[in-house]
Structures are given as C-alpha cells and as structure tokens.
C-alpha cells in the first residue's frame, strides 16, 4: 500500500471540479470526496448517506460483536537475549508469517510516552477545524503530505468510512518534515520522532525475518535502508451504521512489512482460514503484517493476507500504520535460497513499474496485485 497510497493521489476531484468554499451538503460523491467522514459525523447524521452503503454482499456478516483474537506475540528483548531465545523467537515469528501474515511486537524499546503522544497527536489533528485540515488536500502524488478520505476515490465504487492524512517519510526525514502540517504545532516533532523510531523497528524485525526465513539478508538489508516509508495516520469516526459500511475494505499492502499503532478500539479484522478474526488491541504493542514484496522474496512462504477495516457508533478509532519498503527503482525476486525442485519459483520480479502498469491494466479492477505476480 505504501506506494498504491502514493499512486492514489491522483484520486483526487481536480480542484477545478470541488464544490466551491462555503458548499452545503448536496449529496454529491464530490462533496463526501472533499469533506470526508470527520465532518459528516461531526454534524451529528444519523443515518449513513448511500454513497457509503455497501452492497449486502461486500458487508461484515455478524453483529458487530466480533470475537478478539490474539495474534502470535514476538517480543524483540528476547531476540537480544542469547542464541537459545533469539531461536525461539525466531520461531514464533516464522510459525507467525507463515499461518497469519500478522503478529504483535511487543518489548519493541519504542518509548510508551512517544507512542501515545502519535496517537494523541493524530486524535488532535483529525479535530482540527474542517478547513484546516482540507488544505492538505493535494493531487500531487509524490506530495510529502496529503489528507484525504475513503480507501481509493478514484476506483472506490462506495465510499469508506475512513479520513487519513499521509506523510511521507523518505531519509533525509528533514527533507519532508518542513511540508507536514504545522498544527497541532507539536505534530512534526512528534511524527517525525516516530517514524524514525517505526523504521529501527521495521529493520529489526526484517533482520529476523531474513534469519528465519534462512536468506542472507545483506543486500536486502542494504535496499532497504536506501528504502521507502510511507506514515498513514488513519480516522475512523463514529459511524451511526456501521454494519452497512466498512473504515477499510478488504486488501493486502503492497511494501515489505508494515507496523500498525492502534489506540485501544478495536477495528481490524484479519482473513484466516476462511474467517475476519479481530485483531485485540493490545496496549503498548505494535501490529505488524506481511506485505506483498515479503511474500515474493519468501517464494511464498510468508502471507501477506487480505484485512479490512470495522467502524463502530460509539468511539471514534485512531490508527497510524507505517509502511515500509525498498526504493521505487529496486526489483523484488523470490530468494535464491528458497527456490529449488521442491519449491519452484512462484513470483515474477516486480517493481513499482509493474505494479503501476498493472493498476492502469483492466485486470486491476478483479484481481490482486499479489495474484497477477503469482507464477502458478
Ligand atoms: O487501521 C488499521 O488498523 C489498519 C490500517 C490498514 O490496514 C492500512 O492502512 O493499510
Ligand atoms: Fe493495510
């Protein structure tokens, strides 16, 4: 998704197409586009306009009761502590990408009071005024900074219920600090000192990964170092019908892995054996997922699995997931190591080019990215 986010910038009505200033409520699917859900919750609706209605068929079955489950927890103080206990956390994190695609970090050295502060942060630029917020708003894809609402407005056919703001990461970090927003006036800082804190994380993790997985990890350590990172910061507002609408529909992210901070309403909902289990929030911790590149680089061993997004009508949900991958340029092969009779190669190389191609392509409409890479 990092660089989907990037591609679906241009998602965008043209500014010469937006309601102007001062606009009143006219139902139109540009209106929503340009106001998106903080709005529409804050004045108080009480029934879910259509444009946000989701077929029956696309909706979440059950009550919106769901049962949490915990995901394989991987606690990266131990994977310092000795040989003994970095294997075993090694093999909890195989056992993990293998049967989830997702797990929780816990022990992470991430300081408790930075987490909170990007939450809080997050909470307080989503209740900045309406106009503020929309001037983030921006067609240009490679923005550092863009606000905007829904999953992707150029091809969503229903709007989601979600607002999120994007902040683009790339080293120097100085380099894109200066176009985020300056309110709250602390939210450079505090986003900044996060990123660079997801992104130790991000490298830990995929250090152990590569090792578990048994793959020298040197080159594609270095590319990733060289890499990308994309900030999300999402907003899943009250939503007074929720079981007719989703925050995000179901779908995989397209980077390496990617770290998810979540407040403590739960929201995400993972596809495994057949069945959305929601995610538990678990406080202190982040949730971390398999992306599409790590699937193609395990040969297919680890699951970068479909997830989506509930809403609820009692608390508005804040999440900040960061996606981490390899620089635009660089070409994503299944390992040597993990190609042999036993197991043939399964993915085509793959770079942002293909995957641009293939979003332009008709097939993009039907199929995932990851299943139009799949060799058989
Ligand atoms: O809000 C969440 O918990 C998940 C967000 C997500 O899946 C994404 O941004 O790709
Ligand atoms: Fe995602």
């Known amino acids: 998704m990092a660089i989907l986010d990037l591609v679906n910038a241009g998602e965008q009505p043209p500014a010469s197409k937006r309601p102007a200033a001062g606009d009143e409520e006219d139902g139109s699917r540009e209106y929503y586009c340009r106001r998106g859900v903080r709005h529409l919750s804050d004045t108080g609706i009480t029934r879910l306009p259509g444009n946000y209605v989701l077929p029956a068929s696309d909706r979440a079955a059950d009550e919106y009761s769901p049962s949490l489950i915990k995901l394989p927890v991987v606690d990266l103080a131990l994977l310092r ?23 929780q970090v816990v022990n992470h050295g991430v300081d408790r009071a930075d987490v909170a502060a990007m939450l809080d942060v997050a909470r307080r630029f989503f209740a900045l005024p309406q106009r503020e917020r929309e001037a983030y708003m921006s067609p240009d894809v490679r923005a550092p900074v863009r606000y905007g609402t829904s999953f992707n407005q150029v091809n969503d056919a229903v709007l989601c219920w979600r607002d999120f703001l994007k902040l683009a990461c790339n080293l120097p970090l100085v380099d894109c ?9 602390d939210l450079r800082a505090v986003a900044s000192g996060y990123a660079a804190a997801s992104q130790r994380v991000f490298m830990e993790v995929m250090e152990a990964a590569l090792e578990a997985l048994g793959v020298a990890g040197g ?37 390496f ?57 009692k608390r508005l949900r804040v999440s900040v997931a960061s996606f981490h991958s390899v620089a635009a340029d660089r070409v994503v092969s299944p390992a040597p190591e993990l190609i042999d009779d036993e197991h043939p190669r399964r ?8 995957f641009l191609a293939y979003l332009t392509s008709a097939a993009g409409n039907h199929k995932s990215f990851l299943q139009s890479r799949r060799l058989y």
Request: hydrophobic share 35%; with cysteine; glycine share 8%.
């Open 81 to 103: 502590r000795g040989p003994e206990q970095r294997a075993a956390v090694l093999r909890t994190l195989d056992a993990a990408c293998r049967e989830y695609g997702f797990f």
């Open 177 to 185: 600090v200066d176009s985020w927003p300056s309110s709250p006036p």
């Open 219 to 255: 080159e594609v350590m270095g590319d990733l170092r060289k890499g990308t990172q994309m900030m999300t910061v999402n907003c899943y507002p009250e939503c007074p019908q929720p079981e007719l609408t989703l925050g995000m529909p179901p779908h995989s992210d397209y980077g």
């Open 257 to 313: 892995l990617t770290l998810v901070l979540q407040d403590d309403v739960a929201g995400l909902q993972v596809m495994h054996d057949g069945d959305w289990l929601t995610v538990d929030p678990l406080p202190g911790s982040f949730v971390v997922n398999v992306g599409d590149h790590l699937e193609i680089l395990s040969n297919g061993r680890y699951r970068s699995v479909l997830h989506r997004v509930r809403v609820n009508s």
């Open 347 to 354: 993915y085509m190389d793959t770079d942002l080019a293909t």
